[in-house]
């Protein structure tokens, strides 16, 4: 096999608010690459991706100043509101959508914006999507830690090659996490 036909594995994810799912980090461990599309929530998040090759993340509406620890703040510097990614078989274009926009009326803006790209992705609506029926497809990979999960965190797995792009969706069963105080809850759906 060629370089050319190496097939790449990309961990999609977005909207940890602070907390990664330690099973989606198993996942992401892995990929060769690991995409955020924003509300991090904190550096231990970006720490805890561990993809064989890079970390590619973007700002949230909620990465801000206000919402992260002092001590990371600075993180915040290095996360650009939108990134691309080149793989192989074309472009992944990286932002987090909070544009108050439709879904439907956000997916037709996002394939105006852009054309050229193989795919976009964006986090923001906690709802775990792939519409994958036009170019570029447009995927949300739902919430990745215990906030929203909307049945349980979630992420996609993009895999490809030169003239091939898959995406699966893996979505796991809510589960118990101690929480910051050291008491074990079930965190539903939070409004």
Same mark, same amino acid.
């Given at each position: 096999?060629? *370089? !050319? %036909? +190496?097939?790449? #594995?990309?961990?999609?994810?977005?909207?940890?608010?602070?907390?990664?799912? =330690?099973?989606? /980090?198993?996942?992401?461990?892995?990929?060769?690459?690991?995409?955020?599309?924003?509300?991090?929530?904190?550096?231990?998040?970006?720490?805890?991706?561990?993809?064989?090759?890079?970390?590619?993340?973007?700002?949230? *509406? !909620? %990465? +801000?100043?206000? #919402?992260?620890?002092?001590?990371?703040?600075?993180?915040?510097?290095?996360? =650009?509101?939108? /990134?691309?990614?080149?793989?192989?078989?074309?472009?992944?274009?990286?932002?987090?959508?909070?544009?108050?926009?439709?879904?439907?009326?956000?997916?037709?803006?996002?394939?105006?914006?852009?054309?050229?790209?193989?795919?976009?992705?964006?986090?923001?609506?906690?709802?775990?999507?792939?519409?994958?029926?036009?170019?570029?497809?447009?995927?949300?990979?739902?919430?990745?830690?215990?906030?929203?999960?909307?049945?349980?965190?979630?992420?996609?797995?993009?895999?490809?090659?030169?003239?091939?792009?898959?995406?699966?969706?893996?979505?796991?069963?809510?589960?118990?996490?101690?929480?910051?105080?050291?008491?074990?809850?079930?965190?539903?759906?939070?409004?």
């Amino acid at each position: 096999m060629s *370089n !050319n %036909d +190496t097939r790449i #594995r990309v961990a999609l994810i977005a909207d940890t608010h602070g907390f990664l799912d =330690p099973r989606i /980090a198993k996942r992401v461990a892995e990929c060769d690459y690991a995409v955020h599309a924003g509300d991090v929530g904190g550096a231990d998040v970006l720490c805890a991706l561990n993809p064989r090759q890079q970390v590619v993340a973007v700002r949230g *509406n !909620n %990465d +801000t100043p206000e #919402r992260w620890s002092d001590s990371e703040t600075h993180f915040l510097e290095n996360l =650009p509101p939108q /990134a691309t990614l080149d793989l192989p078989g074309g472009t992944l274009v990286v932002l987090h959508g909070d544009d108050r926009r439709s879904i439907v009326e956000r997916h037709r803006f996002l394939r105006q914006q852009f054309p050229e790209a193989r795919a976009v992705v964006c986090g923001h609506s906690h709802q775990l999507a792939m519409d994958c029926d036009q170019q570029p497809w447009v995927l949300n990979p739902g919430a990745a830690g215990r906030t929203r999960t909307n049945g349980g965190p979630s992420c996609l797995i993009l895999t490809c090659d030169k003239s091939n792009w898959d995406i699966e969706a893996l979505q796991l069963p809510s589960r118990k996490f101690p929480n910051r105080d050291g008491q074990r809850r079930l965190r539903q759906a939070e409004g």
